[in-house]
């Protein structure tokens, strides 16, 4: 069983920047999806980016958020720019095929806080 991990959530001050991680264990393979949505709180969740041989990026984001990878296991979310509304619960999703921005994910991170103050 893939399971997925998030870290280096935590609180920034707006105009900041902060780099988010997603490591992987278990049978992943460097062929898998990844991607990152956010839960604002009493939202939905909502998709962020997603990587792999495709690559696909929220149009209202992809300015100031910018997904990467240095391997099948790890995957990135560099931000920078970071507003107040940016505050969420950052979740990491993977999957052998590509699925966008719909949430049906094979596997999911538990989330890392992120908390941009004014």
């Known amino acids: 069983q893939v399971q997925l991990v998030e870290s280096g959530g935590r609180v920034v001050q707006a105009g900041g920047s902060l780099r988010l991680t997603c490591t992987a264990s278990?049978?992943?393979?460097?062929?898998?999806?990844r991607g990152w949505f956010r839960q604002a709180p009493g939202k939905e969740r909502e998709f962020v980016a997603v990587?792999?041989?495709?690559t696909t990026e929220s149009d209202s984001l992809k300015d100031r958020f910018i997904i990467s990878r240095d391997s099948a296991r790890t995957v990135y979310l560099q931000m920078k720019g970071l507003k107040p509304e940016d505050t969420a619960i950052y979740y990491c999703?993977?999957?052998?095929?590509?699925?966008?921005?719909?949430?049906?994910?094979?596997?999911w991170g538990q989330g890392t806080q992120v908390t941009v103050s004014a």
């Open positions: 999703a993977g999957d052998r095929h590509y699925r966008g921005e719909n949430m049906d994910y094979e596997f």
């Open positions: 278990g049978p992943v393979e460097s062929s898998y999806y």
């Open positions: 990587i792999g041989i495709t």
